[in-house]
């Protein structure tokens, strides 16, 4: 075996621990609840007890480079605080980093699950053969992240990539970092649910009424489920979904230019359903897509921005993650290889 | 003297060529005014005599770095061609770069206009101590421009920094690119006078509606006028304008987390009007801003995102631009210096 190193995601729901070595390929994996309700001790000590058991077993096989951990939250990388995590509220302004360390007595380094999952994407995913990367992870929330330049883009505090709380609708629905209309009202599973709620209190004799009176776990993959069977109101929340991503999208594809934009989290099982309105955004609001865009059906063109023709150069790219719920823990592991580089 | 290069900021109404030293020194200035009527081979004869004035002016005194020229659009940077220029319409599609080279026998650098003012802010201005910015500029439309690394960030073709063309109202007004509701519709010079139109249309008796009537060049700055004469109409469009620049920094910093923006253009000598406004929505849009907030009276707190505090890291700057009209010019002469610290 090569050098390896080992990935943490911590979830609010999963604790997922791996040992991956330096071509990606998995060594072993450990997979947890997350004790939230207990308490950040008892998670922590889970965490590296796991941490622990994979380093001692492969410690004679391989040298280990390192451990990079996932979490929910904003962290400030210069002090190792998680500064705001909605799903472990006991980690706020609480020394993570520190804990952690000395706990395991090395060192670690913590990133935002959502920038993890962008680099597991760019590593070995659907951004692999790409150095810029934007990913948005649609699940309870929306997470975002940025590759630029091969590398997690941290920012100064390394609170970057909170592509979630871009502003869709400015006087839209509150968002729990306190905006309004932020683009995680409007694509997240939550989110997709609210919305379906919305549909049923206008409409309390529609499928989607039925569903969620008889499905005791009404979801985003239930609405999802109807969509694919044809219900109109499903159908226009998934709509709405690619229409906001689509706004955003095109935002970002002005500002940053970027090759590729990947979406991932467990709402993009639902592409089908909410794609067609992210590329009829893009074409009509982006100038910068309608200037690369990979392939433009002459159907397409009309309103397309402005009359900018696709040119000859590099083509903008969207497209659906690849890794499903392995990009944080690829990613994770992926950090101390990046910083050993660095040395 | 030390090596020097030449700039060159050719704007829908001037063209001013300026050859700068290393150091930032100011060589020697021509400001033309730019014939666009006159066609494109005029205005890129007029700009290659002007170079070539100052090129072989100073040939004896010092090395000539090269030379950089901001342009007011869209440029694929691998082809040179120009992609959108609503101030130089006979510019679009036509391979500029290729042009002006041949006619002066050297290689050039082309850059966008917006791009370069920021290079120009980053290098001696408002944002001279980060190696990080990004800068809007508020004229006729609204640029845009990211310093990244110390580098402006061109993206996969050339085409970043849109910063004007993000979305702030989805159904908004409809802007030239063919989006609707672009952050250029809200705060540009053009924006503020539709504005104050649209406020008269209301109320046919204001002074906003005096001033339209017996000011035949009522512009932008006639209205910030009325502003600071405290006209309530006056001051609501610079609200609003401030608003709608917050909601895009907000979105910025949430993305970004750069550790300053600077705000240049025309439109910014009315800081004092819509700053206020600014600063208001990034407390309450952008949970990174209340994370890393430079100071933070008390009486602000109430709505700021959630319950951050501002924490002890790097501070979060918002600021007016420094060089006025000449950030471009000194950007542009930037660029070739840059390229030749890369070899």
């Known amino acids: 075996m090569n050098q390896f190193s080992i990935g943490v995601d911590l979830g609010g729901t999963n604790l997922r621990i ?23 001790d008892a998670v922590i000590g889970d965490m590296c007890d796991a941490i622990q058991h994979i380093a001692d077993k492969y410690k004679n096989s391989a040298p280990l480079l390192g451990i990079g951990i996932g979490v929910p939250g904003i962290i400030d990388m210069q002090t190792g605080l998680v500064r705001e995590s909605p799903n472990l509220p006991d980690w706020v302004d609480y ?4 804990a952690i360390e000395q706990r395991l007595k090395t060192v670690v380094i913590l990133e935002n699950d959502a920038n993890v999952a962008a680099l597991g994407e760019k ?36 609170m970057a990539g909170e592509l979630g709380h871009t502003t869709v609708e400015p006087n839209g629905h509150p968002c729990g970092c306190g905006n309004r209309g932020c683009l995680e009202q409007y694509a997240s599973a939550t989110a997709v649910v609210r919305m379906a709620r919305e549909a049923i209190a206008n409409n309390g004799a529609s499928p989607l009424a039925q569903a969620a009176g008889s499905d005791p776990e009404f979801s985003a993959k239930s609405i999802y489920n109807l ?22 999208l095109s935002s970002l594809v002005n500002s940053l230019n970027l090759p590729i934009y990947v979406i991932g989290g467990g709402v993009s099982s639902a592409w089908e359903a909410f794609s067609p309105a992210i590329f009829e955004e893009l074409r009509l ?24 023709q696709p040119g000859p150069g590099h083509k903008t790219i969207v497209t659906r993650a690849l890794l499903g719920s392995d990009a944080g823990l690829y990613g994770a592991a992926r950090l101390p290889m990046l910083a050993e580089a660095k040395r």
């Not at 791996?18 to 950040?40: S, Y």
């Not at 109109?232 to 229409?243: K, P």
Request: aromatic letters at 6%.
């Open 123 to 158: 590593w070995l995913g659907a951004a692999k053969d790409y150095s810029d990367v934007a990913m948005l992870t649609l699940g309870t929330g929306v997470g975002g992240g940025l590759v630029l330049g091969g590398k997690i883009w941290q920012g100064a505090n390394g």
């Open 18 to 40: 791996a040992g991956v070595d330096e071509q990606g390929a998995l060594v072993e994996k450990v997979t947890l609840g997350t004790k939230v309700a207990r308490g950040r």
């Open 95 to 98: 020394p993570a980093r520190a």
């Open 227 to 248: 969509a694919i069977q044809g219900d109109e109101d499903a159908r226009r929340i998934f709509r709405y979904v690619g229409r906001c991503l689509g706004i955003v």
């Open 285 to 308: 609001r982006s100038l910068v897509y309608a200037a690369t865009a990979p392939h433009d059906p002459p159907g397409n063109r009309q309103g397309a921005s402005a009359h900018v």
